[in-house]
């Protein structure tokens, strides 16, 4: 993603308080979550300046996929953009949302969110069979590092029903199915972690 394309933020200061602790794994209603992103006032600001203001938060969607069958948890080395975060383990998938997510939608944030998506999500898979089936979770925030700071998380529980069709794209190098059980002994990035908390 370019650093000149405009992503969905959300103002901080709008946010509550409890969305934004050091550490925050927040189950709640997808129509709560939708009310209050709305209600904040969500804008499109330049990626590039959005990443160096605290001031807002980008809005991220951040599916786990699962094989319910195990259950087994989709994880993978992180190699994409985000240099920041390489070398880390991670459940997490999907990204911005942008301002062309949004004139693809129908009407409304969440039409807004579900094209953003299913864009990241067809971007990191090379093969994503269906029937998958998603369901928001809750939200998740850290305050620890200079990534946390300025993205938030919209978790979504993502079934995938044939995983043996999943095939992976470049960036979810190593990418494997682990017991979910298991998937806390690994070394996760700060937002899998959170994420698990309230799958």
Same mark, same amino acid.
């Given at each position: 993603?370019?650093?000149?394309?405009?992503?969905?933020?959300?103002?901080?200061?709008?946010?509550?308080?409890?969305? @934004?602790?050091?550490?925050?794994?927040? %189950? @709640?209603?997808?129509?709560?979550?939708?009310?209050?992103?709305? $209600?904040?006032?969500?804008?499109?600001?330049?990626?590039?300046?959005?990443?160096?203001?605290?001031?807002?938060?980008?809005?991220?969607?951040?599916?786990?996929?699962?094989?319910?069958?195990?259950? &087994?948890?989709?994880?993978?080395?992180?190699?994409?953009?985000?240099?920041?975060?390489?070398?880390?383990? %991670?459940? $997490?998938?999907?990204? !911005?949302?942008?301002?062309?997510?949004?004139?693809?939608? #129908?009407?409304?944030?969440? %039409?807004?969110?579900?094209?953003?998506?299913?864009?990241?999500?067809?971007?990191?898979?090379? #093969?994503?069979?269906?029937?998958?089936?998603?369901?928001?979770?809750?939200?998740?925030?850290?305050? /620890? #590092?200079?990534? $946390?700071?300025? !993205?938030?998380?919209?978790?979504?529980?993502? /079934?995938?029903?044939?995983?043996? $069709?999943?095939?992976?794209?470049?960036?979810?190098?190593?990418?494997?199915?682990?017991?979910?059980? &298991?998937?806390?002994? !690994?070394?996760?990035?700060?937002? %899998?972690? @959170?994420?698990?908390?309230?799958?």
């Amino acid at each position: 993603m370019s650093l000149e394309e405009h992503v969905l933020c959300v103002p901080r200061q709008a946010l509550p308080a409890s969305w @934004l602790e050091r550490r925050t794994a927040l %189950s @709640l209603p997808y129509e709560r979550c939708l009310e209050i992103l709305t $209600g904040a006032g969500c804008c499109y600001k330049a990626r590039g300046d959005a990443e160096r203001d605290p001031h807002y938060k980008q809005v991220i969607p951040y599916a786990v996929a699962l094989d319910p069958r195990g259950p &087994q948890v989709g994880c993978y080395q992180r190699k994409g953009s985000e240099k920041r975060l390489h070398g880390r383990a %991670s459940v $997490g998938l999907g990204g !911005h949302v942008t301002r062309e997510d949004a004139r693809a939608a #129908s009407n409304g944030l969440a %039409s807004v969110l579900a094209c953003g998506l299913r864009r990241e999500l067809s971007e990191e898979f090379e #093969s994503l069979p269906e029937p998958y089936h998603l369901s928001f979770r809750g939200i998740i925030n850290e305050e /620890e #590092s200079a990534v $946390g700071e300025v !993205h938030l998380g919209l978790v979504f529980r993502m /079934e995938v029903l044939t995983p043996e $069709g999943l095939r992976p794209g470049a960036e979810l190098h190593g990418f494997q199915w682990i017991p979910l059980s &298991q998937a806390g002994r !690994h070394p996760l990035e700060l937002w %899998s972690r @959170l994420a698990l908390e309230i799958l």
